[in-house]
């Protein structure tokens, strides 16, 4: 019983042209852009079900066969992990096939789609369609798919931005094959399922996401109406201090509905890096210093923080919501560009975001996401600790929020030369130190990758842990799914 | 009413039919993935240097730094090959396409 035999069970049961077993094929699965060694996370194999009933075939021999599956669905997971695993020598269960468009509901505005499922692919299908839907896109949009963004529970900018909170119903199977539709999904012939999420009894759709219960084969989406009008522009801020009076200062808007985006808060340095490469701006060591990237981002226009938002709704609604931003912003010490506009917020898929890797030419990236309670004063003070750790650090302070609920996500990219063995155990150790400093403060996240999922677990609590131990030891008694993530084992 | 019929095959199709194979030509695989990239200054331009079909074919599958790999899954080495020799033949464009939207 090994990895092996599983691998060549797999290949008899699903095709072996959907089974990679040579270190050739497993290297690209292997590829890590976090600061952590590729062995500690290294996949042993991939298979690549097109059907449900492939996958409890799957599952039934990875349990003969004493194999764990790592479930993705179309594995990229940039800076979080790609397809790489908690620990090394799982088996990537890979989704990307089962890529079906299942409905579309132009009444309710819903989708039901399988884990393959692109952004890009469901974008074009509702416009060949004549839909005017929009989605709403994580930051890789094109590459990546609803199912496995949302089922990390990801964000984006738009109104949508809350991609769990606007997803409907999901189809489970379980480690022993089960399958499990939640919420209305279990009603015989049920007409309901993209139409309420909660069910009946306990709601179980968030033990499926961020966890290792079940592999999750369908998930219901709300889409958004297309706005009969829209505008985009980008408040700036010129201070770094100004953080407590711009975020005091969007909250009410953002909570009466004045502004429709979540929106992306960019500190100058994130800003910069997409289209500035360290060198030009500081090729020396150490962290680039706030008055260097703060003179830079002056230089282009630019300021301290930048909110680039959205206004959505009928043409008097846009005018009269943007006026009452425009005072509120230069009434904050701001000032209001207008119609500089993020793609992604107005239903178009871009991968501008991409251009960040140019910063540094390699391969290092990892997302440090605290979330900030949607308080000025919260939000300078995880600021000033983050810039205190990475200083110390020599890590380059960047840091793009996104305002929703109540929270803002404070998701900080540690944009880094992978090639580089010093700055790859630099980053480590600051990420590592993040973590405690920000847990230490009282302060939990959002998400985290693979190598850092035991000490964010850690730092929610013991209970959490436990309960989460249970709930593995009693949905997959064997332990064949995902080992280590989210910190749960048996 | 043949012209209809098609018509609505093909609108059909996607609904149905997206499994593997979901490309229908290497031109569909560029305007889907590449182009966000490769046309906008993000990335290096490809159309138009007549780069190597197999170069294109190891490149994508494996990655590169800033460059994400390309699963088996996602697609297959025949339409790996099938993009590599169309990328081939591509004249430059005209002109880069700026990024959608103002700079950010």
Known sequence: MSVASFLAAAGRAIGADHVIADPQGLAPFAQIMLPVPEAEHAPAGVVSPQSVEEVQALLRLAYDHKAYLWPTSTGRNFGYGTSTCATPGQVVLDLRRMNRILDVDPELCTALVEPGVTYQQLHDHLRALGLNLWLDFPAPGPLVGPTGNTLERGGGTTPYGDHFGNSCGMEVVLADGTLLRTGMGGVKDTTSWQAYRYGFGPFLDGIFTQSNFGVVTKLGLWLMPAPPAHRSGMAVWNRPEDISILIDTLRPLRFDGTIGSCGTLANDLLALASTTTRRELYDSPGAVPAEVSLRAAKAKGLGAWMYFFSVYGRPDRVASDWAVIEKAVVGAGGRLVPDVFDPMQVGELSLRTFSIFNYTGGNGLAWFSPVTPMRGRDAARQMALARQVMDAHGVDFMTGMTLNGREALNVMPLVYDRSDDAATTRHRACFEALIDAFAGAGYGFYRTGVGFMDRVAAAHGAAQMDVNRRIKRALDPAGILAPGKSGIRL | ?104
């Open chain 2, 1 to 104: 009413m043949r012209v209809a019929a098609l018509a609505l095959l093909a609108f059909a199709a996607p609904a149905l039919a997206q499994s593997a194979g979901q490309w229908r030509a290497p031109d569909h695989v560029w305007a889907s993935s590449c182009t966000y990239c490769h046309d906008t200054g993000s990335a290096p331009r490809l159309r138009g240097t007549h780069p190597d079909a197999n170069l294109v074919a190891i490149v994508a599958r494996n990655g590169l730094p800033g460059m994400p790999a390309f699963h088996p899954s996602e697609i297959s080495d025949q339409e790996l090959a099938a993009l590599g020799a169309w990328l081939q033949r591509q004249p430059a464009p005209a002109a880069l396409k700026p990024p959608a939207g103002k700079r950010k």
